[in-house]
């Protein structure tokens, strides 16, 4: 079966593309396949805040993100450079705001990931 890195650059305001990406990363997984990593970047970033919230008539894609990673072990890799950006600092509470079940990383990480990884999907 195959590896596979997820790149998520759309924001938690895409719910479509997000729950588009969150059904394709449990396909995979259910067909057999490893996800090696899913990279937030751009307004995806987002997704990393723990004050993030999702009105009640909406998925929670955050906590469905946590969800997969932690059920399948999935790293959740927010970029730190474009997180300060979009105002997610990325160390846990108290210190910074990164969300409990992701982790910062830069782009250095996700290119060596990527290089030991088969496929990547842009969302």
């Known amino acids: 079966m ?3 890195i997820l790149l998520m650059q759309s924001g938690p305001d895409q719910t479509e593309q997000g729950l588009h990406a969150l059904a394709t990363a449990e396909n995979l997984i259910a067909e057999g396949h ?3 990593q899913v ?3 751009g307004p995806a970033v ?3 805040n723990q004050f993030l ?3 009640s008539s909406l998925d929670d894609l955050q906590q469905r993100w ?4 932690h ?3 999935v790293p959740l890799v927010v970029c730190s450079t474009v997180g300060a950006q979009y105002g997610v600092e990325a160390l846990p509470p108290p210190q910074g705001n990164l969300a409990a079940g992701f982790q910062a990383g830069g782009l250095a990480e996700f290119v060596a990931t990527l290089a030991n990884t088969e ?3 842009q969302f």
Do not use: E, N
């Open 119 to 121: 496929q990547l999907l």
């Open 71 to 73: 059920a399948h072990d």
């Open 46 to 48: 987002i997704f990393g």
């Open 34 to 36: 490893r996800i090696t």
């Open 66 to 69: 946590r969800q997969l990673s």
């Open 2 to 4: 195959a590896s596979y």
């Open 39 to 41: 990279f937030f970047y």
């Open 53 to 55: 919230s999702f009105p």
